[in-house]
């Protein structure tokens, strides 16, 4: 039971465009979300987070997007840069409970010099 | 501030041997969780710790095992290992004991069964 799910499993985008990754979460219980980054051979790197009680989170090139209603959450990257090539994963929370956070299968971006 | 500490790296051990993987949280973190990680299946949730007890545990067989220490520096065994339990192992620790927070992973442990 997959109850985050990234449905692209990559992506490929040109340097300088915008890279938009997409997630679904069927949990409604899903409060508090996540987006990691992570490079081969090493661990993930948190990369900006959002509370449900907002529908968008800003952290320099980073946004992040919530759609309750549509359990949709999306992680816009702009302006794309090669160091951002690397695989995204998206994961999402309970708020209260015992500490568990339910990851995607993520995204492997790819962006082109 | 260090981060998350986690070893060995990498280790190759032997179908039916067994494995213990040390994990040292950011100094004042006390929520300790392990993951695992295969191609194609995300980051799996084995297990969480908090305060030396183990509050939330995962779908995986009772070979998974872990525990956590006072210092909250936790270590995770696999006994009778298969080779599907070739993967990353990570750990990440947390401020906080509630969920809602943000977890920071270390590096991991990459063990591979032959």
């Known amino acids: 039971d997959q109850q985050v799910k990234q449905n692209s499993p990559s992506l490929s985008v040109q340097e300088g465009r915008i890279s938009i990754l997409n997630c679904d979460y069927t949990?409604?219980?899903?409060?508090?979300f996540l987006w990691y980054k992570k490079y081969p051979a090493e661990g993930p790197t948190f990369l900006i987070s959002?509370?449900?009680?907002?529908d968008k989170n800003e952290d320099g090139r980073f946004t992040v997007f919530l759609n309750k209603s549509a359990k949709h959450l999306s992680l816009h990257i702009v302006p794309s840069q090669p160091g951002d090539s690397a695989v995204y994963f998206c994961?999402?929370?309970?708020?209260?409970?015992?500490?568990?956070?339910?990851f995607g299968t993520g995204t492997k971006l790819q962006v082109i010099p | 501030k260090a981060g998350v500490t986690q070893t060995p790296r990498y280790l190759i051990k032997t179908r039916g041997q067994q494995v213990t993987l040390s994990c040292s949280p950011i100094?004042?973190?006390?929520?300790v969780s392990w993951y695992q990680q295969t191609p194609g299946q995300g980051l799996q949730f084995l297990f969480e710790?908090?305060?030396?007890?183990?509050?939330n545990k995962g779908n995986f067989p009772g070979r998974f095992s872990g525990r956590q220490f006072s210092n909250s520096r936790s270590e995770m065994n696999v006994s009778t290992l298969e080779l599907g339990d070739s993967a990353l192992y990570l750990c990440?620790?947390?401020?906080?004991?509630?969920?809602?927070?943000?977890?920071?992973f270390g590096e991991g442990s990459w063990l591979t069964v032959v």
């Open positions: 990440a620790s947390s401020p906080r004991q509630v969920s809602g927070n943000t977890i920071y």
């Open positions: 949990n409604s219980m899903f409060d508090y």
């Open positions: 959002i509370s449900s009680i907002k």
């Open positions: 994961a999402a929370s309970e708020s209260g409970g015992y500490q568990k956070v339910t």
């Open positions: 100094s004042g973190h006390r929520s």
């Open positions: 710790y908090f305060s030396e007890t183990q509050r």
